[in-house]
């Protein structure tokens, strides 16, 4: 399965390529970051993208979570509250990947920091 964030998601039929939508976005996807700090051994980038693969990891975990948890009529189910959570569940993926709580970023820079060497 691949994990496509929703501003990458091109619809069928749409005639946007990946790449002119990633240029449109000036948001290159992971392998495209990943293969460029690999060719110029830029160890700033490299653990950028590391640590991006991490967050994305960690917001589907944390998502899942949610999912799992019932929901109750206090706080109801709308659209707002869905949005406000898939944000700050997003937020806080990214907060954790930046503080290496896991260190599964660092496990994957050392990985691939001494293939390229």
Known sequence: ????????FTPPGDTLSRAALNKKNQ????TAVLNQA??????KKLRQA???????????VVESMR??????S???NSFALETFES???TEYSREMSRTASLGIADMIYQQLSSDKN
């Open 38 to 43: 690999r060719q110029a051994q830029d160890d």
């Open 1 to 8: 399965m691949k994990i496509v964030p929703n501003h990458l």
């Open 50 to 60: 590391c640590q991006d693969l991490e967050s994305v990891f960690i917001n589907q």
């Open 27 to 30: 948001n290159p996807d992971f």
């Open 87 to 89: 944000m700050l569940f």
């Open 67 to 72: 999912a799992a948890i019932p929901r109750n």
């Open 74 to 76: 206090l706080m109801g």
